[in-house]
């Protein structure tokens, strides 16, 4: 049974292609999940370049990105983890990522 920390993910069998788009579309999540496909951040660390960003601001961005399908967000200890679904995302839209990320496989 999950636990009160535990975020809701959509299963990888039910992400919506036009949710993932809107999610990559905005130009602070898209530089967050660069930075995701080069490994797992704690959410501290999840401030986008360029300044910083309000906490609800951040929490608006992430819970977009975790909903859409596109990030996991997980507790562990007193942290929160957040990981891109690479596999998830490749095995439902073969290419995507690559595409948006510009082609680097990062």
Do not use: W
């Amino acid at each position: 049974m999950p636990g009160a920390r535990d975020l809701p993910h959509p299963d990888a069998a039910i992400l919506v292609l036009t949710d993932v788009l809107f999610a990559l579309s905005d130009p602070s999540r898209l530089a967050l999940v660069r930075r995701l496909a080069q490994g797992p951040l704690e959410v501290a660390a999840c401030q986008p370049t360029g300044g910083e960003v309000p906490k609800s601001t951040l929490s608006h961005h992430l819970r977009t990105l975790r909903e859409a399908g596109v990030i996991r967000n997980v507790p562990e200890g007193r942290q929160r983890y957040v990981s891109l679904r690479r596999e998830d995302l490749d095995d439902r839209f073969p290419g995507l990522l690559d595409a948006v990320l510009g082609g680097t496989g990062e």
